[in-house]
């Protein structure tokens, strides 16, 4: 037979596999991805609610040094920020642990997961007497710069890091 006359048609290339509906293999994996991106949406929401108290202290620590540069009362403003550090601490720390502490105990302890003492043998040991002290005795003695700077440290320091 001649190859020229036999009858032949042109080639018919199947309709290409359309994206819609994915195949049970992309459903799992979008179901993972869904799961995965909910999981870290919560866990960062939980993180952030656990620094909420630390964020508030040290927006509330910068209103008392602003108060301080208008008053000028070191005693009004060493209440205020060991009432601040005494509150925020309670907040992630077992009450139990913080509560009953004062004196160089509770100087102690707010020392424990800092890299440096800032409170035994720094410049916030003067939490200890500063809010019971005479506004005119306190005058040139006590670093008011140097306790907000280790009140700060403190504050952003997370509670129980070195435990």
């Given at each position: 037979?001649?190859?020229?006359?036999?009858p032949?048609?042109?080639?018919?290339?199947p309709e290409t596999v359309g994206w819609w509906p994915l195949a049970p293999g992309w459903w799992l994996l979008i179901i993972l991805a869904v799961i995965a991106a909910g999981w870290l949406i919560r866990a960062w929401l939980r993180q952030r609610a656990h620094a909420a108290a630390r964020r508030k202290a040290l927006r509330k620590l910068e209103e008392s040094r602003s108060?301080?540069?208008?008053?000028?009362n070191p005693v009004t403003?060493?209440?205020?920020?060991?009432?601040?550090?005494?509150?925020?601490?309670?907040?992630?720390?077992?009450?139990?642990?913080?509560?009953?502490?004062t004196g160089d105990e509770w100087l102690a302890w707010l020392d424990r997961d800092l890299d440096e003492p800032q409170f035994r043998q720094g410049a916030g040991r003067s939490l200890l007497d500063l809010p019971y002290r005479n506004p005119e005795s306190v005058a040139k003695?006590?670093?008011?710069?140097?306790m907000l700077a280790a009140v700060?440290?403190?504050?952003q320091t997370p509670v129980g890091r070195g435990a």
């Amino acid at each position: 037979m001649d190859p020229q006359e036999i009858p032949l048609r042109g080639l018919h290339l199947p309709e290409t596999v359309g994206w819609w509906p994915l195949a049970p293999g992309w459903w799992l994996l979008i179901i993972l991805a869904v799961i995965a991106a909910g999981w870290l949406i919560r866990a960062w929401l939980r993180q952030r609610a656990h620094a909420a108290a630390r964020r508030k202290a040290l927006r509330k620590l910068e209103e008392s040094r602003s108060a301080y540069a208008y008053h000028g009362n070191p005693v009004t403003l060493g209440a205020e920020v060991s009432e601040l550090l005494r509150r925020t601490m309670l907040a992630y720390a077992p009450r139990a642990e913080v509560a009953g502490l004062t004196g160089d105990e509770w100087l102690a302890w707010l020392d424990r997961d800092l890299d440096e003492p800032q409170f035994r043998q720094g410049a916030g040991r003067s939490l200890l007497d500063l809010p019971y002290r005479n506004p005119e005795s306190v005058a040139k003695d006590v670093d008011i710069d140097g306790m907000l700077a280790a009140v700060r440290k403190r504050l952003q320091t997370p509670v129980g890091r070195g435990a």
